[in-house]
């Protein structure tokens, strides 16, 4: 897609977070696109859609899993998986109270291994209407 140039994404060099950005991303489905505006992933309406990024990860261990995303306040209740490393993340997506207002939320945790991993987001239920537009995902390693 225009915009869309997948890569292997590495950890930021300071706080070592990783941030899966829509622009860097693998893209498939019947109708998911990647939209210029907002640089996001839109019009999740295919249970086919989903979107994957490979990764390194250079510190193993527990890690937060954040979206930055938004949802219009006219769609259902939708859900979505995110699969990486063995693990599935499931979580309701909220309305951000239109399509032009963005959102970061934590969605769960994940155990990360040292090395190459690849992260999968998609629809996880029939959809009602659209699934939401995805900026970014950031995995953030949990401090002690």
Known sequence: FKGNEPIVVTPEPYRR???????????YGDTL??????NNLGYWGSMNDHACWNFKVEEPGDYSVWLDYSCGSQEGANTFAIDVAGQRVIEEVDSTGDWETYRIKP???VTLAEGLNRLTIRPFMKLDGYLMDLKSIALKPERE
């Open 17 to 27: 977070e990783i941030w899966l950005l829509s622009t860097t991303g693998e893209i």
């Open 33 to 38: 696109v990647m939209e210029d505006r907002f």
């Open 107 to 109: 969605v769960g945790e």
